[in-house]
Nanobody, 115 residues
Framework: QVQMVESGGGLVQAGGSLRLSCAASGRTLSIYTMGWFRQVPDKQRELVATISKGGITNYADSVKGRFTISRDNAKNTMYLQMNSLKPEDGAVYYC?????????WGKGTLVTVSS
């Protein structure tokens, strides 16, 4: 299938920015839709943003206008630019790809936003 590794998480003050990256390997030519999800303890994992191979994007209402998802198909890498971060954006962020009918997940990267 596809292996994905996230990077770029860390601690940032409210109002600040972070850029997450997701490097994919394996059967990357089979990837159509990729995206970012996030999860906090005791809550369900939630969609943040998705992007198709052609660049069509979709965002959760809570991040519209602040986050930007992008991908470089040549580098098999996806990004999430996060601006104007809020404390409630703090979570473990997971890279996701839907490949051949299966969900593929990275191990996650922690984002902490201090108020």
């Amino acid at each position: 299938q596809v292996q994905m590794v996230e990077s770029g998480g860390g601690l940032v003050q409210a109002g600040g920015s972070l850029r997450l990256s997701c490097a994919a390997s394996g059967r990357t030519l089979s990837i159509y839709t990729m995206g970012w999800f996030r999860q906090v303890p005791d809550k369900q994992r939630e969609l943040v943003a998705t992007i198709s191979k052609g660049g069509i994007t979709n965002y959760a209402d809570s991040v519209k206008g602040r986050f930007t998802i992008s991908r470089d198909n040549a580098k098999n890498t996806m990004y999430l630019q996060m601006n104007s971060l809020k404390p409630e954006d703090g979570a473990v962020y997971y890279c996701w790809a839907f490949v051949n009918g299966m969900n593929n997940w990275g191990k996650g990267t922690l984002v902490t936003v201090s108020s």
